[in-house]
């Protein structure tokens, strides 16, 4: 059932400037696509099956474009370290568990059954090095109904031998093992190449792995410029890179050859922001994590000033929630501080902003998703702000700002739309 | 009934650097206040009530040192505004209502409730400058079972017609009508005497305000150093006073007369600072208002390690939520980016110092209260953490840092007791 009609108050962005609000009307999708939004139901749609949602918020899907899976159980503990740090004590220690598949069953299951419940519809996921755990998280994410990208990570280098690839050869050959058995398997989860970052892949891992994108046309996913003592480290690793991006870039990993997602980009020079742009990189921006590692803030205003691609990454563990409601809370907040505290001359964003880049500016990486505009594919989240009383008037999009800065998101969504299909967001909550 | 055992798995700090973790243990309530937490219950404590908690976690109520009462409506909405436009457009309008006491039992109801179901034990509050709904708001919280200050704002200048007082006699008046109606009326709620802030009183008022306090030994709250064009404002009204705070000074508004909350101080210049720690003021952080209203980043760090006090604030609706969970990650989140943006010389604050923060560092506004330790008045709140699941083993320390980073508080607590009593906190969730 892809044809249907969704009654309620309806917002989306159409630009990075504008939230469209259509108070109580209709949202019809036909075969998985919005095909407008009406005040009036027009007669040819009146035998399509119709949901009223009433008073209730109808909003497209979240798009987060950076998360970790198997940090998921370690969310929100250990955040007194810094990124280098971190990833010693916390992030490696638990990704070396998932070579032991019950392990990563118990986990994977809890993380896909939370993003189940989320707000998020879409999702660019990191699973661990693991071929046979991250496939294990790719049946699991299908089962959730969300569209996803899934990547084995690649590291033969600078991690704890039990998390480290033996060599280039194995960590290429068991990318490609996962490949041919994950072909033609899914319908709703995709393969994305994930070498770790810079400092985790030799020169002779990434040049196998430019082969395995271009023999299997494969996206790309990994971080970027996120911390200075990683920038001063990856120009040791790599003396010819122009800068930490170029790194990238000369294997065919930065937005030229195939769709890049880079997150973080806090501390991009000059000359990796003019490569972002022309490559059409996008930039996932991940506050909360920046925030909890020490990282610093994204000049992000600036960004969506001169035209690069810029979604939203939830960046669990890093960042300690997968509500991108709070990202983009998140993603305001520092901007504001980045404005104050470092560069008066880049304006604080705006709620228009946050809202454009959790949704459909991080939907563009998936096609025509994150709006209702006609054509795009409908994905929505419903909203019932009932359990936050108040005593006064209120407009749709004031309600709307509401529950993004309250994390509404975290008490559960009524209802979810993937593609124009509903999937199940069992998280319910009763708050008397 | 004040004397009760508790049991389950119990944290408080001892001072800023250390959490006490007691695993499966007993805490003992006699008269209101802890004698002591033992692994095994004592004999001549096995005639008293006794909760068991089981896996649940215990810890000390959490102390908001700064929230307005009449700007919860509101809270969430309009945030794309600095200090003084977000004043004029979101909180003198909001506020001007509550001259209609209708409307005002409506809001205020609705205030209580929520700040029953959340952690906060005890807080400091303005009101708006209606002395009949200041009243109507402490008759409101003194049924919460909380133990609040709530303070009638002064305010004869600086705000719209319809919300400033008609000038200093009439706001000196209504101050003390207000304090002779609430004379021996509550048991759990105080008066607190509460100047705006500085640009919103002449120096006559405060005057007069000297006077009041003076006759009736009145504590004090207000806003200090929160943006640095406010600043400039104040000097241009007080060009007498050395810094911000010595124009509270000079009236008696300071710390050395009266115990005195000043909330921000994010700007506050060396002098100030001297002056807080000499008159023992106590910081009112509020670190989701500073970001929300593009204020800064307050040193807070540096304001522990010269001994200041130091306590957490939700500042609603400047901050957008009550959850002093929230406030504490927050404190922590842009501490990191103080450190990284703005002085190296200043480090992180920890997760210790926060929780420190929101429990015994604000608890000393109050007397003995915010720890565990033997003869402080026995706030505590019991949370339930089952309903983030998760596959590895966790310590009881790891968990507590988990719920405060994910706000468990938001999804509702289990228990509270104030000061050695019960309190409903009715907010219950059902996470299926």
Request: proline share 4%; aromatic share 10%; hydrophobic share 35%.
């Amino acid at each position: 059932m892809k044809n249907f009609v969704l009654k309620g108050n309806i917002c989306y962005s159409v630009n990075k400037s504008e939230i469209k609000v259509f108070p109580d009307s209709y949202l019809v999708c036909i075969e998985g696509k919005t095909v407008g939004i009406f005040e009036e139901l027009p007669q040819q749609y009146k035998e399509l099956s119709l949901v009223d949602y009433g008073d209730k918020l109808i909003i497209p899907g979240m798009i987060d474009l950076h998360i970790h899976a198997p940090q998921y159980a370690f969310r929100g503990m250990g955040m007194d370290l810094e990124l280098m740090e971190w990833l010693q004590q916390q992030a490696f220690v638990e990704e070396a568990k998932y070579s032991d598949l019950d392990y990563a069953r118990d986990a994977y299951s809890i993380f896909a059954k939370q993003m189940q419940k989320s707000a998020t519809t879409r999702a660019c996921i990191f699973a661990t090095r693991h071929r046979k755990a991250t496939t294990l998280l790719m049946d699991l994410m299908e089962d959730t109904g969300l569209i996803t990208y899934v990547g084995k990570v690649n590291m033969d280098r600078e991690a704890p031998q039990n998390l480290c690839e033996k060599d280039a050869d194995s960590s290429a050959t068991e990318t490609m093992e996962w490949l041919e058995e994950n072909r033609s398997r899914y319908t709703r989860t995709m393969p994305i190449l994930t070498p770790r970052f810079l400092p985790s892949c030799t020169n002779e891992l990434l040049e196998k792995l430019q082969g395995v994108r271009e023999e299997y046309h494969l996206p790309v996913q990994s971080h970027l410029s996120e911390n200075p003592e990683e920038i001063t480290f990856v120009k040791s690793l790599f003396p010819d890179a122009g800068f930490y991006g170029d790194g990238y870039d000369k294997y065919g990993f930065f937005g030229k050859e195939a769709k890049t997602i880079m997150a973080h980009c806090v501390w991009s020079e000059e000359e990796e922001v003019v490569r972002m742009k022309q490559n059409g990189v996008f930039v996932a921006h991940c506050p909360a994590s920046n925030m909890n590692l020490s990282s610093g803030i994204a000049p992000i205003k600036r960004y969506l000033d001169e035209g690069i691609k810029v979604g939203l990454g939830s960046d669990v563990a890093a960042g300690q929630s997968e509500s991108i409601f709070r990202a983009m809370t998140d993603a305001i907040q520092v901007s504001k501080l980045y404005w104050r505290h470092v560069d008066s001359s880049c304006k604080p964003l705006t709620f228009e902003e946050a809202f454009y880049m959790a949704t459909k500016g991080g939907g563009e990486f998936f096609g025509n998703v994150g709006s209702f505009e006609e054509g795009y594919e409908l994905d929505a989240i419903v909203l019932d702000d009932t359990c936050i009383p108040y005593p006064q008037e209120l407009s749709v999009r004031q309600r709307l700002e509401r529950a993004v800065y309250l994390s509404l998101d975290l008490m559960g969504i009524c209802a979810k739309y993937v593609a124009g299909e509903e999937v199940k967001c069992c998280r319910t909550h009763v708050l008397t």
